[in-house]
């Protein structure tokens, strides 16, 4: 289960790589697990990620997914977050987009 708790976003516990569209391997992505949206997720990216790491703000990708189960919604919100400081990190959500 990943992090519900700003401040450890960026522990190394909390990555995970995803993969990709076949064949081209997978990124790895910083998870954090919010209830609700109410705060400002580039605030808490700044302030719990880019600053205790001096990484740029610039360089950062973020991505908010709803859980969804069989039966919808289940009420909570997994904000991705990554760039190229990580091993295998990127700095875009393309990788994670389905081209037809």
Same mark, same amino acid.
């Given at each position: 289960?990943? @992090? +519900? =708790?700003?401040?450890?976003?960026?522990?190394?516990?909390?990555?995970?790589?995803? +993969?990709?569209?076949?064949? $081209?391997?997978?990124?790895?992505?910083?998870?954090?697990?919010?209830?609700?949206?109410?705060?400002?997720? %580039?605030?808490?990216?700044?302030?719990?990620?880019?600053?205790?790491? =001096?990484? $740029?703000?610039?360089?950062? @990708?973020?991505?908010?997914?709803?859980?969804?189960?069989?039966?919808? %919604?289940?009420?909570? %919100?997994?904000?991705?977050? +990554?760039?190229?400081?990580?091993?295998?990190?990127? $700095?875009?959500?393309?990788?994670?987009?389905?081209?037809?």
């Amino acid at each position: 289960m990943r @992090t +519900s =708790s700003a401040n450890q976003w960026a522990a190394p516990g909390n990555q995970a790589p995803i +993969s990709g569209p076949a064949g $081209s391997g997978d990124r790895v992505y910083r998870i954090l697990r919010l209830h609700d949206l109410q705060q400002n997720l %580039f605030t808490l990216l700044y302030r719990n990620v880019v600053v205790p790491n =001096s990484l $740029s703000m610039a360089n950062q @990708t973020m991505i908010v997914v709803p859980k969804m189960t069989t039966a919808g %919604f289940a009420g909570t %919100f997994y904000i991705l977050n +990554s760039d190229t400081s990580l091993h295998d990190g990127t $700095s875009t959500c393309d990788y994670l987009l389905v081209y037809t």
